[in-house]
């Protein structure tokens, strides 16, 4: 069984910061992509940023210069760093990861998600 989970997730004013963190946890062989993503109410999810093992990232554009994806390969962790948060951040935040449980899944592995965390941003 693999499992992520978030945390970091709150209420937070307009240009405030969170930071937040996903662990991958079970009977991982390998994990290759990791990523946020984020569903705001009444809108599809979209993906908010993800970074490779080899640390390539790719981002939304509406998040550029404002938030930082890193990963920890050996915490099997990835964060995402929040900064100068907007309302329109508001959302729910879900990790994903491309997940090789053995030598014999496939190059990229299977996704796994993250049950979510809350960002509210809001005065």
């Known amino acids: 069984q693999v499992q992520l989970v978030e945390s970091g997730g709150g209420l937070v004013q307009p240009g405030g910061s969170l930071r937040l963190s996903c662990a991958a946890s079970?009977?991982?062989?390998?994990?290759?992509?990791m990523g946020w993503y984020r569903q705001a109410p009444g809108k599809q999810r979209e993906l908010v940023a993800a970074?490779?093992?080899?640390?390539?990232?790719n981002y939304a554009d509406s998040v550029k210069g404002r938030f930082t994806i890193s990963r920890d390969n050996a915490k099997n962790t990835v964060y995402l760093q929040m900064n100068s948060l907007k309302p329109e951040d508001t959302a729910v935040y879900y990790c994903?990861?491309?997940?090789?449980?053995?030598?014999?899944?496939?190059?990229?592995?299977?996704?796994?998600w993250g049950k979510g965390t809350l960002v509210t941003v809001s005065s």
């Open positions: 994903n990861a491309e997940i090789r449980l053995g030598p014999w899944d496939g190059p990229g592995g299977m996704d796994y």
């Open positions: 079970g009977s991982i062989f390998s994990i290759y992509a």
């Open positions: 970074i490779t093992s080899g640390g390539s990232t």
